[in-house]
């Protein structure tokens, strides 16, 4: 499940059942690169939480989301945003039919399931939604709700799992010290030419040949460095070539939608790009 918003969490919570589907899903795929399952597994073993670093569209969600299945627990997933509140996380009284009623919020309701509660893009929401986690992510494993003065025990299957982008990171927009230390971290970058093209192989349908050029594409564009790009192509920018590929679109044309006028607004740097395009993969 996910949360978007603040007006989205209290309409989800509003309307949502008390427990979280436990039932174990479908495992996504996810091509591992170096270990990362392996530690994963047993940071969830030993109560740790895990922050995971890394570019736009490397994996992080989809790593996270294997987990899960492959751990067996439920997941519950919100999007951090500039107004995303303590209060948003935990939960908040609710007027309805004349009475006033406590919601938990996901991360409060996924401490009671025993689920893993992941922040995508942690550092986004506000100063105040971080050191809420504080007590959950150190040795006490506590939730305090001051609202209700309830001071909620994690189970031993709860795991907390944070991720941002670290090219993002400003002084403004950054994890603090007594946070960060609090985390065991995993440092994910764009996968190896292989990998990469096994996953736009497997995520996409298209050939290996396909695949293969798209990855050189990528390649030569992650090598660009004199034009202002705030990200360079990530691989699920890739998949998403792919699939207009799949679908009968041309791959010059799929990868211009996709990945160049994806990347920049300038005409100048798209032209750029485009010539790389043109230059890996003829028309």
Same mark, same amino acid.
């Given at each position: 499940?996910?949360?978007?918003?603040?007006?989205?969490?209290?309409?989800?919570?509003?309307?949502?059942?008390?427990?979280?589907?436990?039932?174990?899903?479908?495992?996504?795929?996810?091509?591992?690169?170096?270990?990362?399952?392996?530690?994963?597994?047993?940071?969830?073993?030993?109560?740790?939480?895990?922050?995971?670093?890394?570019?736009?569209?490397?994996?992080?969600?989809?790593?996270?989301?294997?987990?899960?299945?492959?751990?067996?627990?439920?997941?519950?997933?919100?999007?951090?945003?500039?107004?995303?509140? &303590?209060?948003? !996380? @935990?939960?908040?009284?609710?007027? *309805?039919?004349? $009475?006033? +009623?406590?919601?938990?919020? %996901?991360? /409060? =309701?996924?401490?009671?399931?025993?689920?893993?509660?992941?922040?995508?893009?942690?550092?986004?929401?506000?100063?105040?939604?971080?050191?809420?986690?504080?007590?959950?992510?150190?040795?006490?494993?506590?939730?305090?709700?001051?609202?209700?003065?309830?001071?909620?025990?994690?189970?031993? &299957?709860?795991? !907390? @799992?944070?991720?941002?982008?670290? *090219?993002?990171? $400003?002084? +403004?927009?950054?994890?603090? %010290?007594? /946070? =960060?230390?609090?985390?065991?971290?995993?440092?994910?970058?764009?996968?190896?030419?292989?990998?990469?093209?096994?996953?736009?192989?497997?995520?996409?349908?298209?050939?290996?040949?396909?695949?293969?050029?798209?990855?050189?594409?990528?390649?030569?564009?992650?090598?660009?460095?004199?034009?202002?790009?705030?990200?360079?192509?990530?691989?699920?920018?890739?998949?998403?070539?792919?699939?207009?590929?799949?679908?009968?679109?041309?791959?010059?044309?799929?990868?211009?939608?996709?990945?160049?006028?994806?990347?920049?607004?300038?005409?100048?740097?798209?032209?750029?790009?485009?010539?790389?395009?043109?230059?890996?993969?003829?028309?």
């Amino acid at each position: 499940m996910e949360f978007s918003s603040a007006r989205h969490v209290a309409a989800a919570l509003a309307g949502a059942p008390a427990a979280i589907d436990a039932s174990r899903p479908a495992l996504p795929y996810y091509a591992e690169q170096g270990g990362e399952v392996a530690l994963f597994a047993q940071a969830h073993r030993q109560r740790l939480p895990v922050l995971i670093k890394g570019p736009t569209g490397c994996g992080k969600t989809r790593f996270v989301e294997h987990m899960a299945a492959r751990l067996g627990r439920p997941l519950v997933t919100v999007s951090c945003h500039d107004d995303l509140s &303590a209060a948003d !996380l @935990v939960g908040r009284h609710l007027i *309805g039919d004349g $009475n006033t +009623l406590w919601n938990d919020g %996901p991360l /409060t =309701r996924a401490v009671r399931a025993g689920a893993i509660c992941y922040l995508d893009e942690v550092v986004e929401a506000r100063k105040d939604t971080t050191v809420v986690l504080h007590p959950l992510a150190d040795d006490r494993r506590v939730l305090p709700i001051e609202r209700t003065g309830e001071l909620l025990a994690a189970p031993p &299957a709860f795991m !907390l @799992v944070i991720s941002y982008n670290p *090219g993002y990171q $400003n002084l +403004l927009k950054s994890l603090k %010290p007594s /946070t =960060r230390q609090r985390f065991v971290a995993l440092n994910f970058g764009y996968p190896d030419a292989a990998v990469e093209r096994a996953i736009v192989e497997a995520e996409a349908g298209v050939s290996a040949d396909v695949a293969q050029q798209l990855v050189q594409l990528a390649q030569a564009l992650r090598r660009l460095t004199d034009h202002d790009l705030e990200e360079t192509v990530s691989t699920r920018a890739l998949v998403m070539a792919a699939r207009l590929a799949a679908a009968g679109v041309a791959l010059p044309t799929a990868c211009r939608a996709a990945i160049v006028d994806a990347l920049t607004d300038d005409a100048d740097t798209a032209a750029a790009l485009a010539e790389v395009v043109a230059a890996v993969i003829p028309g």
